[in-house]
């Protein structure tokens, strides 16, 4: 089915290890984002993605690392996973920038022990 | 920066009675508006936005919103809820220096039947 899908759904790890949450979107769209969902915080930006091999830092990337090699996958990887990381992960994709809609993912519920 | 306010973080109402989310944004020339909606265990997705022109912006699900330069103000409206627009409701601007979209808090709507 078209659309974006994010892989998995639910993930467990413990402390200082690595993570990579999947993002995948069928839509060719030019950009990819990376939010992350936390009480009280609203949905912050950790990266975004304006095409294949461009990326740029939100206003929370310390601890995350992201690549983008091909336009419909855009990875993000924990290198060394803390519990403050503990959140939910959303990813979206959105044609192009500022006045287009973006369209999320199902999330990601990641919990770091 | 531009920043979104959300006035509530939780409104409760009855089924078929009006609601309105409040949502204020931090002043700028130029401004694009949006409300997203997450329905529990999903992801995000639009309701409306306001990019220019008429400052009443129809949606998706019976929602509208109103566009209010002097006071700065994008609050989102419906006449008559139902159970199934039980929610978070998120307000967000685009802000232009950053280039990215900054989201309010989030407002949970609750319907009681």
């Known amino acids: 089915d078209a659309g974006i899908t994010q892989s998995p759904r639910y993930k467990i790890t413990e402390t200082g290890r690595q993570v990579t949450l999947m993002c995948h979107q069928t839509w060719s769209h030019s950009y990819m984002f990376w939010y992350r969902q936390d009480l009280g915080h609203g949905l912050r930006l950790i990266y975004y993605s304006a095409a294949a091999d461009i990326t740029d830092k939100g206003e929370v990337p310390d601890g995350y690392v992201v690549s983008r090699s091909k336009t419909e996958n855009f990875p993000l990887t924990l290198e060394s996973a803390t519990r403050s990381q503990t959140s939910v992960y959303f990813c979206?994709?959105?044609?192009?920038?500022?006045?287009?809609?973006?369209?999320f993912g199902p999330g990601t519920r990641l919990t770091v022990l | 920066a531009q920043s979104v306010t959300q006035l509530d973080s939780q409104v409760p109402v009855f089924e078929e009675a009006p609601v309105e989310l409040r949502c204020n944004y931090s002043?700028?020339?130029?401004?694009?508006l949006f409300w997203y909606v997450q329905y529990p265990n999903q992801g995000l997705q639009l309701l409306l936005k306001?990019?220019?022109?008429?400052?009443l912006v129809k949606g998706i699900n019976g929602f509208e919103a109103e566009f209010n330069k002097s006071q700065t103000s994008f609050h989102l409206r419906k006449p008559s809820v139902h159970i199934s627009d039980t929610a978070e409701y998120f307000c967000?601007?685009?802000?232009?220096?950053?280039?990215?979209?900054?989201f309010g808090q989030g407002t949970r709507l609750t319907i009681n039947p």
């Open positions: 979206a994709s959105s044609e192009g920038h500022n006045t287009d809609t973006q369209y």
């Open positions: 306001y990019l220019s022109g008429s400052t």
């Open positions: 967000a601007v685009f802000d232009q220096g950053a280039q990215k979209l900054v």
């Open positions: 002043s700028s020339v130029s401004v694009y």
